[in-house]
């Protein structure tokens, strides 16, 4: 059993910045997916990277303002997100595939309860 916590979020103003992080215990070797749910809206897929860290997949809404890496020997995937705007308030997930084709196919087996990120105008 893999358990994922994210951590990182807050209260900024626009303009700012925050990293996120997703930690993971157990097997850590997946494919890691951020996504974010803003209040009465669906849950947004945000950004994917592989096991390797080699191959990144992001929204256009967030391209340019958002990277994705991970340090696989801390089991850890952050998401930088810059030039925060008020319309990425919304709570951050982290999720696991198996394999990127499962990514793909939508087929995620952990997720992280998320974290909460408010910006103000």
């Known amino acids: 059993q893999v358990q994922l916590v994210e951590s990182g979020g807050g209260l900024v103003q626009a303009g700012g910045s925050l990293r996120l992080s997703c930690a993971a215990s157990?097997?850590?070797?997946?494919?890691m997916v951020w996504f974010r749910q803003a209040p009465g809206k669906e849950r947004e897929f945000v950004v994917a990277?592989?096991?390797?860290?080699?191959?990144?997949e992001y929204a256009d809404s967030v391209k340019g303002r958002f990277t994705i890496s991970r340090d696989n020997a801390k089991n850890t995937v952050y998401l930088q997100i810059n030039s925060l705007k008020p319309e990425d308030t919304a709570v951050y997930y982290c999720?696991?595939?198996?394999?990127?084709?499962?990514?793909?196919?939508?087929?995620?087996?952990?997720w992280g309860q998320g974290t909460q990120v408010t910006v103000s105008s």
């Open positions: 999720a696991a595939a198996n394999r990127w084709n499962d990514y793909i196919s939508h087929k995620y087996v952990y």
């Open positions: 157990g097997r850590t070797l997946y494919t």
């Open positions: 990277v592989s096991w390797s860290g080699s191959t990144t």
